[in-house]
């Protein structure tokens, strides 16, 4: 008789984005891509599109805790994620789930400010993700300004984003990816990335001239996240994130006025599993 296995399942913990393009939307839409079952533990509410964030709230930790215990009563995850995190007692009862549960390798994308400025992430709770939540975490992938908030590392060159990682590995997080988009007068988009068993490497592509990066970070993530449920090593899996995020931003799609989503199609449809 054969053996029947579960399809791989991902799990995101995140806030919505009703425009679509980042947060909870941007990885549903990168994990289904990448062939995973997406489930979701849904942290607050964003009335966001392209141009900017509208309004946001967060929703109750009793409704976070519920959703947490949804999800591990009866699914086989197989890794996780964390993206917008809103204030402390969002960051409190989600790391409070994460020590309850087993949910996989987690990847910490330390979210906090949305590419229009608006920020989503309270000042006090920078502390909170940094001290009670990085050092639970299998990855982290901060970009400059985080890496620098979190860290107090000022990053202007190559040799102060290698710092930035060893600082994370410092802190507790097992893999670092210090993400280099926001360097916006290099002509490549480099990424540095730190691994569990201290070996390192630089990710580099094509700068893409466009607007239309609106949810970078997330899918990055996410993907990632994707590729840890199916097993992939850490190595690989942050790899493949990249590429997709590659293909995501440079095949581009025309939505929005502002700040667009990325194309989620694109990295299939130039022929990559
Ligand atoms: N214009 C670009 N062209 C090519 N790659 C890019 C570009 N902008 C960002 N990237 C890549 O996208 C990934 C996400 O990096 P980025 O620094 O933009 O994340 P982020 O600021 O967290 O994104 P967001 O907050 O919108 O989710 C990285 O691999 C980065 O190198
Ligand atoms: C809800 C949400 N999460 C994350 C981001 C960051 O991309 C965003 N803009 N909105």
Not at 213 to 230: Q, R
């Amino acid at each position: 008789m054969t053996e029947l296995t579960q399809f791989p399942q991902a799990l995101s913990i995140a806030g919505s984005d009703s425009g679509g393009g980042a947060g909870m939307q941007a990885d549903l839409n990168t994990i289904t891509a990448r062939h995973v079952f997406a489930t979701t533990v849904l942290v607050a509410i964003t009335a966001q599109n392209t141009i900017g964030v509208q309004d946001s709230m967060a929703l109750p930790p009793a409704m976070i805790d519920a959703q947490f215990a949804s999800i591990a009563a009866d699914l086989d995850i197989r890794a996780c994620k964390t993206g917008m995190l809103a204030d402390v007692p969002t960051v409190r009862a989600v790391v409070r789930n994460l020590k309850q549960y087993d949910l996989g390798p987690l990847t910490v994308d330390p979210v906090m400010i949305a590419k229009g400025g608006a920020s989503l992430l309270t000042e006090d709770a920078v502390a909170v993700v940094r001290d009670e939540l990085l050092p639970l975490a299998t990855l982290v992938t901060p970009n400059l300004p985080e890496a620098e908030k979190l860290s107090g590392i000022t990053i202007k060159t190559a040799q102060d984003m290698q710092d930035a990682a060893d600082y994370f590995r410092g802190i507790g997080a097992q893999n670092v990816i210090i993400k280099g988009g926001h360097l916006t007068e290099e002509p490549v988009a480099s990424d540095f990335v730190l691994l569990a068993d201290g070996s390192s490497f630089w990710m580099t592509a094509p700068r893409v001239n466009t607007v239309r990066t609106h949810g970078t970070g997330d899918t990055l993530s996410a993907c990632i996240t994707a590729e840890l449920a199916k097993g992939a090593t850490m190595a690989d899996a942050i790899r493949t994130g990249k590429a997709y995020v590659e293909a995501a931003i440079r095949d581009g799609i025309i939505v929005g006025h502002g700040h667009g989503p990325l194309n989620h199609w694109a990295y299939a449809e130039a022929g990559n599993d």
